[in-house]
């Protein structure tokens, strides 16, 4: 008998490797190499949106979710980098 | 048919095979498309890493590439079939411009995803396993070891330059 399903099994996934990078981000030290722990972390959580909330508006939710945080990072790692001076 | 954890096991290298190739063609490791990405790369190097290698890895971080393009033409054509990844196709474009990327990589792997990931639904496969496999795809990359992961990235630019 079938117990789990594909998108229960997917969804699993997602949320074990979200709570994994989010061990891994708080673990790590530097602010700059968090991002890329971040940025594994913003993709198991657009997926799971998408498994959890099967309709069209997940796909916008997902990707505005998605770009955003992609986009706080840059403004991080930029910040880092010296701000506006080097470029915009 | 294969069942669940094999069928994903298979998407995650579909979607590994297809992100990184696209990242490659469009020449991601060669530099920071943002002075962010050169940060996140030079401090890959400090920590021991390959920084060309950094330079994709910070342009992942820094503007949504292919791996971001399949992940979400995965959740589109989940959702909605072509249409759905097609929209995710159009979201990921105006997010290249939202973080000053002016390449098409994101874009360009997004469609192809699409196009992949219905022809892997027609024999059997379900876009949820590539939606986990995606997110296993770029665990490898970003989540696990950055200074291998790097240097494996430095070593597939340097076949292609």
Redesign the interface.
């Known amino acids: 008998m079938e117990v789990i399903t ?2 229960e ?2 969804i699993l ?2 949320v074990a ?1 979200a709570v ?2 989010a061990v ?1 981000v708080i673990a790590e030290r ?1 602010t ?2 968090k ?6 972390l913003s ?2 959580v ?2 799971s ?3 959890l909330l ?3 508006l ?3 939710a ?3 979710y ?2 955003g945080t ?2 706080e ?6 910040t ?3 701000g506006l001076k ?3 | 048919m294969p069942g ?2 094999e ?2 096991f298979i998407a995650a290298i579909v979607s590994w095979i297809l992100f990184v190739s696209i990242d490659i063609l469009f020449g991601l490791p060669k530099t920071g498309g ?7 790369a030079g ?2 190097e400090r ?1 021991g890493g390959s920084l060309h290698g950094g330079y994709m ?2 342009n ?5 590439d292919a ?2 393009g399949t ?2 033409a ?3 054509v ?3 079939g072509i249409p ?1 990844g097609l ?2 196709a159009a ?2 474009y ?2 290249n411009r ?3 990327d002016p390449g098409y990589a994101g874009t360009t792997g997004a469609l192809a995803a699409t196009f992949v990931i219905y022809g892997f639904t027609t024999i059997g496969f ?1 876009a ?2 590539f ?2 496999g ?3 795809a ?2 490898t990359i ?2 696990i070891s ?1 200074i291998h992961a790097s240097r494996l990235l430095a070593r597939l630019w340097g076949w292609r330059s």
Request: glycine share 8%; proline share 4%.
């Open positions: 594909t998108q099994i997917a996934i997602c490797i994994f990078s891994r530097n700059v190499r991002l890329p722990f971040l940025n594994v993709f198991a657009a997926g949106l998408a498994l099967p309709n069209p997940a796909i916008l997902a990707a505005a998605f770009v992609t986009l990072s840059n403004a991080i790692a930029s880092h980098a010296g080097k470029d915009e | 669940d954890v069928s994903i943002v002075s962010g990405a050169r940060e996140i401090e890959i920590e890895m910070g992942i971080v820094c503007s949504p791996s971001a992940l979400l995965a959740c589109g989940y959702i909605a759905g929209a995710a979201l990921v105006v997010g939202i973080c000053h379900s949820a396993h939606i986990a995606m997110v296993i770029i665990l970003q989540g950055h």
